[in-house]
């Protein structure tokens, strides 16, 4: 398994944003302040987890809703 290269989001506050999968593309919106991994619904990759407050993502963001 490849190694996940995280990345910490900024001072985003309390919104929801989009994301990217980096393995298939899929698009998945996720709140900025989550309490657990998220996952892609169609591959099953982790997308993001959440640390100190905030979230940090193996994706990229595409949007802040
Ligand atoms: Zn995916």
Redesign the pocket.
């Known amino acids: 398994m490849a190694e996940q290269k995280f990345v910490k989001l900024k001072s985003i506050g309390s919104k929801f944003i989009k994301l990217k ?1 980096k ?2 593309g ?1 698009e998945q919106i996720t709140y900025s302040k989550i309490s657990s991994v998220v996952v ?1 619904n ?2 099953g ?1 982790t997308m993001a987890r959440p640390t100190g407050g905030t979230l940090e993502t193996t994706s990229e963001v595409t949007g802040v809703l």
């Open positions: 999968c393995d298939c899929n892609c169609i591959c990759s």
